[in-house]
């Protein structure tokens, strides 16, 4: 009669195992990139902490409310606006007012543009706007300076002479946009 062996089962060598997850933990580590976070660029004034915030009283002609409801539609100074494109120079004949109109800016450094959205509205319609609010500024400055807004924009603020024509720019010409905080009224 043939004998049976008693064998036990083949040993894997694990001793390498913690070796390799741990190159495989580094490996993982090293090659995965991790996401730039994305927003707007946007400059803060400072915190003062000392003193509690300045209550400020504006003339209603001096405002250039602009509204985004949830739906994306855009309301200026209570009507209706399709084309968005025709912000920035909405703005920039609020600010300047060169027709002396009663219903816009009593002078450019008194002129505020309200920004105030819905939070259903969608992030691409508020940076649009935004950036068209900001474009007649732009445009503002440079025409001051005799330049293109791009060429405006572009201005190096380390040269001397670039630096003096931004300064030259906004002068007199604050670019105040207030950013107000969304309702909660509409969609998501």
Same mark, same amino acid.
């Given at each position: 009669?043939?004998?049976? =062996? /008693? =064998?036990?089962?083949?040993? $894997? /060598?694990?001793?390498?195992?913690?070796?390799?997850?741990?190159?495989?933990? $580094?490996?993982?580590? $090293?090659?995965?990139?991790?996401? /730039?976070?994305?927003?707007?660029?946007?400059?803060?004034?400072? %915190? &003062? &902490?000392d003193q509690p915030p300045e209550e400020v009283k504006l003339n209603e002609r001096n405002v250039f409310a602009v509204r985004i409801n949830s739906a994306d539609n855009l309301l200026v100074d209570n009507e209706p606006l399709t084309d968005v494109y025709r912000l920035k120079q909405m703005v920039k004949e609020h600010v300047l007012n060169p027709t002396n109109?009663? %219903?816009?800016? &009593?002078?450019?450094?008194k002129a505020v543009v309200s920004l105030k %959205?819905? =939070?259903?509205?969608?992030?691409? =319609?508020? $940076?649009?706007?935004?950036?068209?609010?900001?474009?007649?500024?732009? &445009?503002?400055y440079a025409e001051r300076v005799g330049i293109t807004a791009q060429e405006y924009r572009n201005l190096d603020r380390k040269d001397p002479r670039q630096l003096e024509l931004l300064e030259r720019g906004r002068e007199g010409i604050p670019m105040a946009i207030s950013i107000a905080q969304p309702t909660k009224f509409g969609g998501n």
């Open positions: 009669m043939a004998r049976k =062996r /008693n =064998r036990e089962g083949a040993e $894997v /060598n694990s001793s390498s195992m913690a070796d390799i997850a741990f190159l495989l933990l $580094v490996f993982f580590l $090293v090659t995965t990139t991790i996401p /730039n976070d994305k927003g707007l660029l946007i400059q803060l004034p400072p %915190n &003062e &902490e109109d009663p %219903n816009k800016a &009593e002078s450019p450094d %959205n819905d =939070r259903g509205t969608s992030y691409e =319609r508020f $940076v649009t706007v935004l950036d068209q609010l900001q474009a007649g500024y732009y &445009e503002i």
